[in-house]
């Protein structure tokens, strides 16, 4: 070019030199403001004339609203179904939860490759994190409801049961105590977790010697009644009590560890239907207010 010797350039009508620009139409961006730049650049060579029009862009953020944001927050909202879900449908809640990430990995990708890469964090990448983190979170606490109802919790029903098995086995060694005037024996009522019903009850006590059964909410008589006592032993009708208690209290122990306590398990969905709603709505209305403003 030619220096400043040679030529010299200037803005033809100032600062209204360029006009229409108003009129401008971008896709992804609104035209803020314009400035005309006039300016000598200096070089080895000598001293050049420069004209420039600079542009001040606004992105507009309705196409992200509703390709990025709007899609985001229902597939984090989509996630909590899964504390409705009830609790040993694993297949539909894990099923839920990778749908979920997988999703959102998809979303926070196909952005990636939309917008310039640049070396610090955006503003919708921030965002799509915090999403990303609640999504995740909504299956990691199916993963400990997993845990509690299917590893700890039974293991937990399992040590119970055992020692208190032990103290039964212990308690029910005969005792002229629970001996009743016409020498019935009396069996003390068996603190069974999950209840049993009084037909199965009934099943589990059958005696093919012509027994008879009855028994009331506190506590089991076991009576001889169409034998005659002079017949049977005392050590034969011992042991013939001795093997229905020990059948009782296995069936009980059985229950026990197959049915676990539930109100971990319900007590975590329940809170968890809580807190992810409130401390997402906060994570919103913290990036929001930030970033617009």
């Given at each position: ?128 994190m915090g999403c990303f983190v609640f ?101 034969a009708l011992e042991r013939h009590v ?11 122990s059985q229950l026990k560890i197959n ?35």
């Amino acid at each position: 070019g030619y220096t400043t010797d040679d030529i010299e350039f200037y803005w033809r009508g100032g600062h209204n030199a360029v006009t229409g620009v108003e009129r401008i139409e971008l896709p992804q961006f609104s035209i803020v403001d314009h400035k005309l730049i006039s300016k000598n650049v200096v070089f080895s060579t000598g001293s050049y004339p420069r004209l420039s029009l600079s542009f001040k862009l606004k992105r507009n953020i309705g196409y992200f609203i509703l390709q990025t944001y709007m899609p985001s927050i229902l597939i984090t909202i989509l996630s909590w179904v899964s504390f409705w879900i009830n609790y040993d449908a694993s297949a539909a809640r894990v099923a839920l939860g990778i749908t979920t990430v997988l999703t959102m990995t998809t979303i926070n990708t196909h952005l990636r490759e939309t917008l310039p890469k640049i070396p610090y964090v955006k503003a919708i990448d921030m965002y799509l994190m915090g999403c990303f983190v609640f999504v995740f979170l909504a299956l990691l606490e199916y993963a400990l409801v997993n845990y509690i109802f299917f590893g700890r919790g039974p293991q937990r029903q399992k040590k119970a049961a055992e020692k208190m098995s032990t103290a039964n086995n212990e308690k029910m060694l005969m005792d002229p105590n629970k001996m009743d005037s016409h020498e019935n024996i009396l069996l003390g009522t068996l603190d069974i977790k999950n209840e049993m019903g009084p037909s199965e009850l009934a099943l589990g006590l059958n005696d093919p010697r012509n027994t008879m059964l009855t028994y009331d909410s506190s506590t089991l008589q076991y009576r001889k009644a169409g034998l005659a006592r002079h017949n049977f032993g005392r050590n034969a009708l011992e042991r013939h009590v001795s093997q229905k208690k020990s059948r009782l209290r296995r069936r009980a122990s059985q229950l026990k560890i197959n049915i676990p306590d539930l109100t971990d398990v319900n007590s975590i969905d329940k809170w968890s239907r809580i807190i992810f709603p409130t401390v997402f709505s906060l994570f919103n209305i913290i990036y929001w207010l930030y970033y617009v403003n």
